[in-house]
Each structure stands twice: as structure tokens, then as C-alpha cells.
């Protein structure tokens, strides 16, 4: 079982910035990566960045590229999601995922365990 926490929602007006926070519990030592994913209302959840814990590499969507950064510090097993430049569109529940195995990063399906998610609120 891993167990994962998240925090760092909020409100911000657009233009601003956030950082959520995602801590991860349990049974970390198979942790292939660790993503973000999104879900605004009424609509899909949505894939926004991942992480893949021992080569080091990122993943983001075509749309937060640029905007949006994932990091990560091992000695915490926490991943982190930087957001600036936010807009109202951004507006959603954001959930972090824990993946042990290889395959897609894209697919939410993938993906193990989730957080119970944080509300990013950006006003215009």
C-alpha cells in the first residue's frame, strides 16, 4: 500500500502561482513515477505532468508546458507541482498518482494509488 497526500491548493487570481505538494506513505521503494493529473468540473481528469522517480525524467501535456514544473525530492518522497502563470482554465481538482510499473505516463489507468486531491481555484 502506498498512501499519498497532497496540499498547496488554493485560491489565486490568473496570472498568479501555486505549488502543490504530494507526499507519498507506505510502500514507496516500487515507485516507478509519480504524476499529476487534473479534473475540472464536468469534465474528464485529464493528464497534467509525471515523474520518473529513478531516471530523473519529466513528462508534461502539450498545455502546461512551460507553465507548469514537476520536481521532486526523494528524501521526503514528495513530488512537487509548480504552477505559474495560472489562468481560470486551470481550474480543477488536482490529484497525485503513484505508478510501480513501466508503461504509459499519460494514462490514468496506470496508475496505482491516488491522493484524495486538493482544489486549485484561479479567479479572472
Known amino acids: 500500500q502506498v498512501q499519498l497526500a497532497e496540499s498547496g491548493g488554493g485560491l489565486v487570481q490568473s496570472g498568479g502561482s501555486l505549488r502543490l505538494s504530494c507526499a507519498a506513505s507506505?510502500?514507496?521503494?516500487?515507485?516507478?513515477?509519480m504524476g499529476w493529473f487534473r479534473q475540472a468540473p464536468g469534465k474528464e481528469r485529464e493528464f497534467v505532468a509525471a515523474?520518473?522517480?529513478?531516471?530523473?525524467?519529466?513528462l508534461y501535456a502539450d498545455s502546461m508546458k512551460g507553465r507548469f514544473t514537476i520536481s521532486r525530492d526523494s528524501a521526503k518522497n514528495t513530488v512537487y507541482l509548480q504552477m505559474n502563470s495560472l489562468k481560470p482554465e486551470d481550474t480543477a481538482i488536482y490529484y497525485c498518482?503513484?505508478?510501480?510499473?513501466?508503461?504509459?505516463?499519460?494514462?490514468?489507468?496506470?496508475?496505482?494509488?491516488w491522493g484524495q486531491g486538493t482544489q486549485v481555484t484561479v479567479s479572472s
Open positions: 507506505g510502500r514507496t521503494f516500487r515507485t516507478y513515477a
Open positions: 498518482a503513484h505508478k510501480a510499473t513501466y508503461g504509459s505516463l499519460r494514462n490514468q489507468n496506470a496508475y496505482d494509488y
Open positions: 515523474f520518473m522517480w529513478s531516471a530523473g525524467n519529466t
